[in-house]
T-cell receptor, first 111, second 114 residues
Framework: ETGVTQSPTHLIKTRGQQVTLRCSSQ?????VSWYQQALGQGPQFIFQ???????GRGNFPPRFSGLQFPNYSSELNVNALELDDSALYLC??????????FGQGTRLTVV | AQSVTQPDIHITVSEGASLELRCNYS??????LFWYVQSPGQGLQLLLK??????LVQGIKGFEAEFKRSQSSFNLRKPSVHWSDAAEYFC????????????FGRGTSLIVHP
């Protein structure tokens, strides 16, 4: 149990729809990162937030956006869903350069 | 930019045998290095990390890893594998300074035979 919780655990969406995934960070962790993990692949970095500001972004299009709230919980929003967006989405929280604790992920299926 | 190569997609060992999972990284300086484990349907759990100091790092569950700068490697080892070690293992490299965002390898799937 890492203290990082993600919701929902599973989700099925139709191509073209929009989706919001949620992450509740471990208490006191001010940095949250989001990753996309396609089947059989390692996690790919999407973006990172530190104290409600985005401070790092991977090679993902603008239809992937996020928010971090004052309580350090976070959202990942994906617009205009494509079939290739089907993946496990992981969030991880940490303080500074300390250990990153991962949630169990949200499995998104786009049909 | 940093990158990680895990050359073995699958590794099969017998229970009780020793294990070594390979990891090579590319980075212009000494990076932060990590090994994570992922069981089916689960998130990632940190096994061990290297930031500085002793190049032989001890982790949880009896794992260790050795940082070899000359070979740009950070291989994971365990002297005796248990059936419960069957999982996906990911090596990751993080850049020092800046936003400190780890880059993951594609993973090695460990299969343990009884």
């Amino acid at each position: 149990e890492t203290g990082v919780t993600q919701s929902p655990t599973h989700l099925i969406k139709t191509r073209g729809q929009q989706v919001t995934l949620r992450c509740s960070s471990q208490s006191g962790h001010n940095t949250v990162s989001w990753y996309q993990q396609a089947l059989g692949q390692g996690p790919q970095f999407i973006f990172q937030y530190y104290r409600e500001e985005e401070n790092g972004r991977g090679n993902f299009p603008p239809r992937f956006s996020g928010l971090q709230f004052p309580n350090y919980s976070s959202e990942l929003n994906v617009n205009a869903l494509e079939l290739d967006d089907s993946a496990l989405y992981l969030c991880a929280s940490r303080i500074g350069q300390g250990e990153a604790f991962f949630g169990q992920g949200t499995r998104l299926t786009v049909v | 930019a940093q990158s990680v190569t895990q050359p073995d997609i699958h590794i099969t060992v017998s229970e009780g045998a020793s294990l070594e999972l390979r990891c090579n990284y590319s980075y212009g300086a000494t990076p932060y290095l990590f090994w994570y484990v992922q069981s089916p349907g689960q998130g990632l759990q940190l096994l061990l990390k290297y930031f500085s100091g002793d190049t032989l790092v001890q982790g949880i569950k009896g794992f260790e890893a050795e940082f070899k700068r000359s070979q740009s490697s950070f291989n994971l080892r365990k002297p005796s594998v248990h059936w419960s070690d069957a999982a996906e293992y990911f090596c990751a490299v993080g850049a020092r300074g800046g936003s400190y965002i780890p880059t993951f390898g594609r993973g090695t799937s460990l299969i343990v035979h009884p």
